[in-house]
């Protein structure tokens, strides 16, 4: 747990996260929202570059995955033929006693989300509330936020907040090969907002009410499912390992249980990270056949089939889907980039982001803040730096060692400090945040 038991690694983020400005709890100031969380200015610009890592690798670095941006709100036939009407359902269940209300399959060890309530009573679950053992039934709970669209509230105008962006992908399908006629096979990608109405969220950024999803629809002839499957798969880990920067002995597949996988699902493969907390979903990536289009075609009465452009071959395509929520690659990202080490006989914490991830690449300051000539020429410096990286930072507060310590703690690769000998010879002193070794450059060098 994310909150519980003595001080943890996990405790550790949550403080850094904080005392930094990375993230807030939601609505703080009135005292908080349940499951939302807020990214202050370093956290935005943590979460904006791992976004737009993942739309270079696999928007514009490809030529067969497009861009799409679709509406939150939709038409709320998408979540009746999506199944998400039916089966979008955690089970809940209240205590007699105290009236609190819980997800059964938490309460006690292997329990799948499909529990029944004689299975749940067996296992003797207490209330982790007043502790009693007084149950009622388990009823289904639908995890969709509905809300009402226009000035009338009835049944007719309900609408959902998306709990997927998948659906705003399937929904454009046919719009986009009646537009620019991708060949098969091609993919849709969309980041975006989704919203679950989590019975008790937990696990900080883990498991929150409102999240961001970044997914991607890759349509393909139905009978190269599992060679376009394998290398999705082998993109992901590329993407995480490489260009993201997480250690790979800490990512782990796990291929999911055909009674644990979701509705649509014929294949599904868990990517799993080593949180501090331990291993946890990272990502998935699904087989989800043609269920999607299929629906759609039903539900709507229009056509979602292809027409292979050399054979003159009519199909529903089929779709495998890489999903993965913003939040947890960021909490990924942070935990592995949190240590803490020895420098100069004390302690110190340090966030070993990749360069490419930093809030800031630079922190330039002059070595005293009263000496007008290096106040000046560290202000010149500070600006060529900006011109040419724009996530340059400044900051003359406290003495240079305290200085190091808060870049250190914000993950800036590279502190810049403006002292008597540049006036000299113009060289200025780089210090590393890895290594905390100190060389001595010429500001055009750098
Ligand atoms: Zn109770």
């Not at 993950?411 to 210090?431: N, W």
Request: glycine fraction near 8%; include cysteine.
């Amino acid at each position: 747990m994310w909150y519980n038991g003595g001080m943890s690694k996990t405790e550790d983020i949550v403080s850094l996260c904080k005392r930094r400005g990375f993230i807030f709890p939601g609505s703080e100031v009135y005292g908080g929202m349940a499951g939302t969380w807020d990214f202050g200015p370093l956290g935005v610009s943590l979460k904006r570059k791992i976004m737009d890592a993942w739309w270079k690798y696999f928007v514009e670095d490809r030529e067969d995955i497009y861009g799409v941006d679709a509406a939150i709100l939709m038409n709320p036939r998408t979540w009746v033929a999506s199944g998400h009407v039916d089966t979008f359902n955690d089970p809940l269940v209240e205590c007699k006693s105290c009236h609190g209300r819980f997800r059964a399959d938490k309460l006690a060890d292997g329990l799948s989300e499909s529990v029944t309530t004689e299975e749940f009573l067996a296992t003797g679950a207490k209330c982790p509330t007043c502790g009693k053992s007084d149950w009622g039934e388990i009823r289904k709970f639908n995890m969709m936020f509905s809300t009402h669209v226009g000035p009338v509230s009835d049944d007719k105008s309900i609408a959902y907040l998306r709990p997927e962006t998948a659906q705003g992908i399937f929904t454009n399908y046919k719009n986009v090969v009646d537009t620019i006629y991708p060949s098969l096979p091609f993919g849709l990608a969309q980041q975006g907002k989704a919203f679950r109405n989590e019975i008790s969220p937990r696990d900080y950024i883990l498991r929150d009410r409102e999240c961001s999803q970044m997914e991607i629809e890759y349509f393909v002839e139905p009978t190269t499912w599992e060679e376009n499957f394998e290398k999705m798969l082998k993109a992901q880990h590329d993407f995480l390992e490489n260009v993201i920067g997480l250690p790979a002995d800490a990512i782990h597949e796990e291929e999911v249980a055909p009674e644990d996988r979701a509705h649509y699902s014929k294949r599904t493969v868990d990517i799993e990270f080593d949180y501090p907390n331990g291993r946890e979903e990272l990502m998935g990536l699904a087989y989800r056949t043609d269920f999607d289009l299929t629906n759609i075609a039903r539900e709507s009465g229009k056509s979602m089939e292809y027409r292979d452009k050399n054979t003159g071959e009519v199909f529903v395509p089929h779709v495998i889907e890489p999903s993965i929520g913003v939040e947890r690659l960021m909490l990924a990202v942070l935990s592995a980039a949190y240590a803490e080490d020895e420098v100069d006989g004390s302690t110190r914490v340090v966030l070993r982001l990749p360069e490419l991830l930093a809030p800031y690449k630079f922190c330039v300051s002059p070595l005293l803040k009263n000496k007008p000539e290096l106040v000046a020429k560290a202000q010149e410096v500070y600006r060529d730096l900006r011109a040419k990286y724009g996530n340059v930072t400044w900051d003359d507060s406290g003495n240079i060692g305290k200085r190091y310590r808060k870049q250190d703690e914000i993950g800036t690769p590279k502190c810049v400090v403006i002292d008597f000998d540049t006036l000299e010879d113009g060289t200025v002193t780089v210090r590393d945040r890895d290594t905390a070794k100190q060389v001595r450059v010429k500001p055009e060098e750098l």
